[in-house]
């Protein structure tokens, strides 16, 4: 069995290199964040911010970053993109980049990113 060091951490700018090799230099670095425990909007908001957020992403060629966890702002992020690609003819590639802890992830999600 290996063993993670739950401390070690890497450094941002070869995070951020590795992202930009694999997806191009953005224009515009949208950080959404928050409500994960206590969120709700009705569904007209919801669906107006899932679709809001898109538009910005995609005319501004930006990238989003979530925590990537299935819950309050960072799902209705990604049910947005999800929507978006379903939806449209011809979708533009929209990068969305889930930044969370080790101790976040559920176990199968662990084992899976160990592989």
Not at 11 to 38: F, H, Q, R, T, W
Not at 57 to 78: E, F, H, P, Y
């Amino acid at each position: 069995m290996e063993h993670y060091q739950t401390n070690q951490r890497t450094k941002v700018p070869d995070i951020y290199n590795l992202i930009v090799e694999d997806c191009g230099k953005p224009s515009l670095i949208m950080s959404v964040y928050g409500g994960a425990k206590y969120f709700e909007l009705n569904e007209n908001l919801e669906k107006k911010f899932m679709k809001g957020i898109v538009q910005v992403a995609t005319i501004a060629d930006a990238w989003i970053l979530t925590t990537g966890l299935n819950s309050g702002v960072s799902k209705l992020v990604g049910d947005g993109i999800s929507s978006y690609r379903l939806l449209s003819k011809h979708p533009k590639e929209v990068v969305a980049i889930g930044l969370t802890q080790w101790g976040s992830l559920t176990d199968a999600t662990r084992k899976l990113l160990k592989q």
